[in-house]
């Protein structure tokens, strides 16, 4: 009995956002917003600068009241400010984009700052556990005034994790982050979640942080849920050229979209199109063409002059 109890917890664990809309002002920032987020998933949400995404975290988080949909994690209905004197629930914490640390403290007080005093031992074992986390070891005595923004930035993770949240809201968590840690980063928080199943609901603008560790993402446009599946099936099949342009540069051809691998240069076929400009890109180069009227992208090994005649074809 005890066990199907358990099971039935296990299994009724997870964020329920249902019919939610949401307005600052007279005009819906949100309309109609259904999904949900399994226990330890983590759901990537997507959109361009203003389309809702810290606005839809903020209401999950109970930041403001709801006056049309609702909110659920685990049974419990997330209220707003009208209810809770206090903003915010033990089990969900919340990295915004702002922060919010104890400037004059130190790292390791920081991220301790809410566990308890009275296990200084416990506390300083669980610091220094999540100071590898953020890979912030060597600045766990220094003043948080005088980290850069991307280390604030870290510090900000590791205090949020600190008590062992059921869920994580973070918004653009390694926008600061420079790419020489960004990878490593990415591994360690997003590996630490799924060890901890601990579901996650982040916002972004950068790829990496969905490719590879979001089980589900959702791209938010024109205040709606425009497509919601796996990050595989959604760059598989991009469906508008505001998701395609996300995963990367993209050609529109006879109305079908193509990524810039997908298309090749060869010696004959019927696409012939003008070179325009080449880009190095690491291990390629990105070939920018005039095919008819509009440029088209091709992922190339070699850089092609410009105003060169070639002809592609579509590999698939
Ligand atoms: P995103 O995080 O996707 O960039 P936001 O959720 O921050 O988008 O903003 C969505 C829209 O709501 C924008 O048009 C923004 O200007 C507006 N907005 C955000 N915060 C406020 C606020 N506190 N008051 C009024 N309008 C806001
Ligand atoms: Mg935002």
Known sequence: ??????????????????????????????????????????LAIIGESGSGKSTLLKLIFGEYDLKQGEVWWNGEQILGPAFNLVVGYDFMKYVTQE??????????????????????EQKELRTNELLKVVELEAFANRKVKNLSGGQKQRVALARALAKEPEILLLDEPFSNIDNFKKQSLRRSIFGYLKEKDISCVVATHDKNDVLGFADEMMVLHNKEIVIKDTPQNIYNNPKLPLVA???????????????????????QSNFEAVVKHSYFNG?????????????????HHTEI????????EIVQ
């Open 99 to 120: 922060f919010d640390l104890m400037p004059y403290t130190t790292v390791s007080e920081n991220i301790g700052k809410h566990l308890s005093r009275f296990y200084p």
């Open 305 to 312: 002059k410009s105003g060169s005649n070639v002809c592609f």
């Open 283 to 299: 291990n390629s180069w990105l070939i920018e063409a005039v095919y008819q009227t509009h440029s088209i992208f091709i992922t």
């Open 1 to 42: 009995m005890r066990n199907q109890a358990v099971f039935l917890w296990y299994f009724c664990t997870m964020l329920q956002v249902k019919n939610v809309s949401f307005a600052y002002t007279k005009s819906k920032v949100l309309s109609n917003i259904s999904f949900d987020v399994p226990r330890g998933d983590t």
């Open 245 to 267: 342009s996300f995963f990367g540069e993209f050609s529109e051809i006879d109305n079908t979209l193509y990524y810039a691998h997908q298309l090749r240069i060869t010696d």
